[in-house]
């Protein structure tokens, strides 16, 4: 049998239940419309990496009769996740006659009894010992919060009296709009990295978000959707992409603006000058609408924090560091520590092969001999979270409902801090990609490792709710990239092409409750990006969970091809006219999404076709906004434009997007898929449409821009 033969050779019935057992899919529908499925390669591997064994008939026998057995090795689940207001059922397994008693230690330090209910499933022996199961009533007013669930089992026979325990999470049944809300809101969407001041050293900042959040605020906006403002590498080159970071839970310190540091008011002339010579070698490029050097800007920026840091801290703001450092814990101090041997050695894939394993006795000889880099990295995160911590304040300030809405990207690069820092919590050998579809015939691989919902079920979703809280601290909605990956993700195995993956599902259940419960406390509301191929019933659990949809104008079609009517949109759901990842609206009312596709060599089609199916689709939507009475005779672009945001603001979606590029009239795209160096992505300034630079302080008296706000607010007054 050749390796091409072996690589599609189908899986057996068995190996086929065993990965169902597993939560691996064994078939799915292409993007033809056919049901396809993944070979018995692509599940031997993928079970792998969950830690079954399937390689031989004898392996997948053994892996059968253990997930027969498994629940019944573990005397409570690993954790236990439930909805507030409905009474759950949890087992207990133990020696079967034993006595059991179980009560649950609230995290206010309050107990709860739990009582038992009838559970006639049959005794079985269990490595030798017959172990039977009891059944206990979690009641429905159990408080929300993280609380600890406690069986304790009296002697038998077998074994003396022992007490197990399991975390147990306690989870909004749904997410309610915040009332200082009303009904519906909008607010602004703009990539941050690229809305610069005069003050700016080359890129957006905390201190330019504070100043837009402000404006827009007194524009009547109710929040700012920026882009993801994960951590990137802290040395050597820099990934221009904020969906693809080292990790998702801390910030790129890149968004901090020296001069608000407090400290820099006590520098000495000589250290001031240091840092303004700093912000003198990138200041010009605030101008230029050329891409932006995210390097360079990290470069000067860094010399400056450096010098902030070297003149000390008084001593009540010292206390204010190391407290944020308790509170942050182990995770800000292994996070800092990467970036310091990253500082050192170069990037992970570089490193001597001992300090590759963050377990190891040389990384913790080597965290003692970087102890001040460690400390110096700390203080980037805790500064950059007070500066966006004033944004957030300026935000609720200046009137908006909620304020700066963050962005969450759906992974992390695979050399980056949290994998070193967490390996167990993700799958070894995998990245995750998407299928073959209309746009990407081979696949994408997006060079991501999954986590493992094995380990996030064993540590309490740990890596997941640690991330979205530090997400939330300073925001008052999160958007959520890609959010059908809490339901299910497309494995690839290592050395497999993107097409010869599975999709492996997870708890959605348990994920989407934790993830509601973090915001809850947060005060914050939750969007998930379900654009592209999502099962119906995804969108619908999501909604019923109180997790706003994403729609966007271009993408949301009749099954005849024309515009959706504005009436059947979403309640639910952030509406906008266009998205990152399309050109600007001037730009795509202009066929650039096309002319950029062709010069860049991705069109799959003739260009001619492409051309015609664009303006097709054009001349329906400008049919529609006449229908509406929204757009007269030969109209201008301005008036177009303006037309497409009074047809969102008339769908009854609860938030609506006003893209900041649209209203300063800028053309080109901030991201082509499927393109990595051939064009440059996350690296547009903000510019308008005659390719003049456009800077914060022009914002107010913006003439395109007034006018587009004033068209929003006037239909929502409607």
């Known amino acids: 049998m050749t390796e091409s033969t072996a690589a599609s050779e189908p899986a057996g019935e068995r190996l086929r239940r065993l990965a169902e057992a597993h939560g691996v899919s064994t078939e799915y529908w292409d993007y033809h419309g056919n049901r396809a499925a993944p070979s018995r390669a692509t599940l031997v591997a993928v079970l792998a990496a969950l830690g079954v064994q399937a390689s031989t008939d004898e392996q997948i026998g053994a892996s059968l009769r253990e997930v027969d057995l498994a629940p019944w090795r573990h005397t409570l689940p690993p954790t236990v996740v439930v909805r507030a207001g409905r009474t759950t059922t949890v087992p207990v397994h133990l020696p079967d006659g034993a006595s059991v008693r179980v009560h649950v230690e609230l995290e206010d330090g309050g107990r709860r009894i739990l009582s038992q209910s009838d559970d006639w499933t049959p005794a079985r022996t269990v490595d030798g010992v017959l172990t039977g199961r009891a059944s206990f009533l979690l009641p429905a007013d159990l408080p929300l919060g993280w609380h600890t669930l406690v069986a304790e089992i009296g002697a038998s026979e077998v074994r003396g009296a022992f007490t197990d325990e399991s975390p147990l999470a306690v989870t909004p049944d749904r997410l309610e709009l915040p009332a200082s809300l009303g009904r519906r809101g909008w607010g602004v969407m703009a990539q941050l990295y690229s809305v610069r001041s005069h003050s700016s050293w080359g890129i957006g900042d905390a201190d330019d978000l504070a100043e837009l959040v402000s404006f827009l605020g007194d524009q009547g906006a109710d929040f700012l959707l920026i882009n993801p403002l994960h951590a990137a590498e802290p040395a050597g080159e820099m990934t221009p992409s904020p969906y693809l970071p080292v990790t998702r839970r801390f910030v790129n310190p890149i968004y901090i603006r020296p001069e608000a540091i407090p400290e820099v008011a006590r520098l000495s002339g000589p250290r001031r000058s240091l840092v303004q010579w700093a912000h003198e070698e990138v200041a010009a490029s605030n101008e230029s609408i050329e891409p932006m050097d995210r390097d360079a800007a990290w470069k000067a920026k860094r010399e400056a924090l450096e010098v902030v840091f070297a003149a000390g801290r008084p001593r009540s703001r010292q206390r204010s560091f190391e407290r944020f450092r308790a509170e942050q814990g182990e995770g800000l101090e292994r996070f800092a520590l990467w970036c ?66 963050d962005d969450l990207a759906v992974g992390v690069h695979s050399y980056g801090a949290d994998v070193w820092s967490n390996p167990e919590a993700f799958a070894s050998g995998i990245k995750v990609g998407a299928p073959p579809d209309m746009y990407n015939q081979l696949g994408q691989n997006w060079s991501q490792p999954p986590w493992s919902p094995v380990h996030l079920a064993h540590s309490a979703y740990a890596p997941l709710r640690d991330m979205v809280r530090t997400v939330l601290r300073h925001a008052g909605a999160l958007r959520v990239d890609h959010v059908i990956g ?4 497309w494995w690839i195995p290592e050395g497999m092409g993107a097409e010869q993956g599975a999709y492996v599902r997870y708890d959605h259940e348990a994920m989407v409750g934790v993830l509601l419960l973090e915001a809850q406390r947060a005060g914050a509301v939750i969007i998930g990006e379900d654009l592209g191929t999502v099962e119906p019933w995804a969108r619908d659990y999501l909604a019923s969970r109180g997790v706003l949809g994403t729609s966007v104008l271009w993408f949301e079609k009749q099954g005849d091809g024309w515009p959706l009517q504005p009436d059947v949109y979403r309640h639910l759901a952030l509406s906008t006219v266009n998205t990152h990842d399309l050109p600007p609206t001037a730009g795509y009312l202009a066929d650039e999404h096309v002319a950029l596709r062709e010069r860049l060599g991705l069109l799959t089609e003739p260009v ?35 037309a497409l945001h009074r047809y969102i603001v008339r769908t009854p979606s609860a938030l609506v997007g006003v893209a900041l590029v649209d ?47 004033a068209a929003v607010r006037d239909e929502l007054g409607r």
């Open 608 to 642: 001619e076709h492409v051309r015609a199916e664009a303006r097709v689709e054009r001349e329906r939507m400008l049919t529609r906004l006449r229908e509406h009475g929204l757009l007269e005779d030969d109209p201008s672009e301005r008036q177009v434009v303006e």
């Open 340 to 405: 310091a041997l990253t500082e050192k050695h170069g990037p992970l894939k570089d490193w001597p092969e001992t300090l590759k394993d963050s377990s190891s006795a040389f990384v913790a000889n080597e965290a003692r001999t970087l102890s001040e880099r460690i400390d110096f990295y700390t203080w980037l995160q805790w500064v950059v979270d007070e500066q966006l911590c004033r944004a957030q304040a300026e935000a609720k300030a200046s009137g908006m409902s909620l304020g700066v809405m």
């Open 486 to 489: 809490l339901f299910r993700l």
């Open 663 to 709: 209203g300063v009239g800028e053309r080109r795209t901030q991201n082509q898929p499927g393109t990595d160096l051939e064009y440059p992505n996350w690296k547009m300034p903000l510019a308008d449409g005659s390719g003049e630079a456009v800077l914060i302080e022009d914002l107010p008296d913006n003439v395109r821009l007034a006018s587009l706000l």
